[in-house]
C-alpha cells in the first residue's frame, strides 16, 4: 500500500462557536491549527476561509493571507482550498479562491441535497472549475456525494477538462446524500477507474469507522471539524491534531505508514512549486 495521506479539514463553512468553542476563525488561528495539524502528522490541509465574526467567505484575499501565515510557520502541508464554500455562495465567489494559487483544491462533480440546502453544482460550473484548475495547474480534488458523480467526472475525462488518474474524496454521511455505511464506500471504491487514488471524509459518526477501514483498503482518510466535532459520542474533541493523531495510532497499529508531505504530493502526481 501506498503510505497513508491524512487531510485535515480544520474549519469548514457550517460548524460554529457554540457548537466547538475550539473552531479556528481567523487566519492566524487557522495557520496555527493547520501547523498543529502538521506536526501531527497530516499531510494535506482543507481549508475553508472565515470572516472574524465567523461568517464563511470566498475571498482570495483572505484564502492568501491564510497560506502565507501557514508558509510563514515553515509548514510544507499541502494547501488545499475549498470551491465549495457555503452553499449560498454564488458560483463567481467560489471561484475566485483558485486566484489565491493553491497546490490543490476541491471540485465537487455534481449537486445533492445538503441537510435543509441545495448544494448546487450545475454542469456548466464544474466544467469552469475544471477548466480554471487545468489552466493554472491546481490539482483536483473530486469530491464525491453520490455516485452518479463518478460518471459526471468521467465525461470531464472524455472531454479532456481532467486527466487520470485522479485523486477522489468520497464525501459520506450528509444528511440528504449518500450515508456512511461500509458497504458505501466499497461500492464506489468499486467504480474507480484503475490507478485513481481516494480517500474518506465520515461527517459526524461515520468518519472514525470510515476512516478505520480506508487504512486497511489502501485509501486515504479525512478528518477535522468540518466533518466533525466530537472525539467520541458526547465528547467534544480538544482539537484538530486531537482528531489527527487518533488517525496516525490507527495507522501505525495496523502497520501502514505516514505520508509525509512530499510524499504525499508524489503519491498524488502534484509537482510542488514556489510560491505554493
Not at 72 to 89: L, M, P, R, Y
Request: charged share 25%; proline share 5%.
Amino acid at each position: 500500500m501506498d503510505k497513508l495521506i491524512i487531510t485535515v479539514a480544520v474549519t469548514g463553512a457550517e460548524v460554529t462557536r457554540e457548537q466547538q468553542p475550539n473552531l479556528p476563525i481567523t487566519p492566524d488561528e487557522i495557520a496555527e491549527d493547520v501547523y498543529q495539524c502538521w506536526k501531527a502528522g497530516a499531510s494535506i490541509a482543507h481549508i475553508h476561509a472565515r470572516l472574524p465574526d465567523g461568517t464563511p467567505t470566498q475571498s482570495k484575499e483572505v484564502y492568501a493571507e491564510i497560506k502565507r501565515k501557514i508558509r510563514e510557520k515553515g509548514c510544507d502541508i499541502i494547501i488545499q482550498f475549498s470551491t465549495g464554500g457555503a452553499v449560498w455562495h454564488s458560483p463567481e465567489e467560489r471561484i475566485q479562491c483558485l486566484d489565491a494559487e493553491p497546490e490543490m483544491a476541491t471540485l465537487s462533480a455534481g449537486s445533492c441535497n445538503f441537510g435543509d440546502d441545495v448544494f448546487m453544482n450545475s454542469p456548466k460550473f464544474i466544467e469552469l472549475l475544471a477548466q480554471r484548475m487545468k489552466e493554472k495547474g491546481i490539482k483536483p480534488e473530486i469530491e464525491i456525494f453520490e455516485p452518479g458523480m463518478i460518471e459526471n467526472t468521467l465525461r470531464l475525462v472524455k472531454k479532456g477538462l481532467l486527466e487520470l488518474p485522479l485523486h477522489f474524496d468520497f464525501v459520506l454521511g450528509v444528511p440528504g446524500a449518500m450515508t456512511g455505511t461500509i458497504d458505501d464506500l466499497l461500492f464506489l471504491v468499486r467504480k474507480l477507474p484503475a490507478g485513481c487514488t481516494w480517500s474518506v471524509a465520515g461527517i459526524g459518526r461515520y468518519e472514525l469507522p470510515l476512516a478505520v477501514h480506508a487504512i486497511v483498503m489502501g485509501g486515504h482518510v479525512r478528518v477535522g471539524f468540518e466533518d466533525n466535532i466530537y472525539y467520541r459520542k458526547g465528547e467534544l474533541a480538544k482539537s484538530n491534531a486531537q482528531l489527527v493523531e487518533r488517525i496516525v495510532r490507527i495507522a501505525k497499529e495496523v502497520g501502514r505508514e505516514i505520508a509525509t508531505p512530499d510524499e504525499a504530493r508524489a503519491i498524488l502526481g502534484i509537482q510542488k512549486r514556489e510560491g505554493r
